[in-house]
């Protein structure tokens, strides 16, 4: 049975800096790209960063380029994503997943294989 398990959350003041973590089991976790999405209240889920095996490319929302910083323990079928410089809009539900390709936009819903039940992250002003 494939789980994935966010963690990390929590309630921070702008400016400051949180690490997410999430880990994969019940999947050969080589063989997925890797992604964060997020969803605010009364807004659609968008993918926030991807990570494609191949080559170990990453790509960013437009918002989290500079900011944000995706990457992966293989050896501990872990996923990350460091954010930094948090502002009031990065407040969301943050959901890592399981995909089968990376995207441009980075990430889009269609190529998801696996979510994860979300850990959620508030950003004071």
């Known amino acids: 049975q494939v789980q994935v398990v966010e963690s990390g959350g929590g309630l921070v003041q702008a400016g400051g800096s949180l690490r997410l973590s999430c880990t994969a089991s019940?999947?050969?976790?080589?063989?997925?790209?890797m992604a964060w999405f997020r969803q605010a209240p009364g807004k659609e889920r968008e993918g926030v960063s991807c990570?494609?095996?191949?080559?170990?490319?990453?790509n960013y929302l437009d918002s989290a380029k500079g900011r944000f910083t995706i990457s992966t323990d293989n050896a501990k079928n872990t996923l990350y994503l460091q954010m930094n410089s948090l502002k009031p809009e990065d407040t969301a539900m943050y959901y890592c997943?399981?995909?089968?390709?990376?995207?441009?936009?980075?990430?889009?819903?269609?190529?998801?294989?696996?979510w994860g039940q979300g850990t959620q992250v508030t950003v004071s002003s």
């Open positions: 997943a399981a995909a089968h390709y990376c995207g441009s936009t980075p990430v889009q819903a269609i190529s998801i294989a696996y």
């Open positions: 019940g999947l050969t976790f080589d063989d997925y790209a």
């Open positions: 990570f494609s095996r191949s080559g170990g490319s990453t």
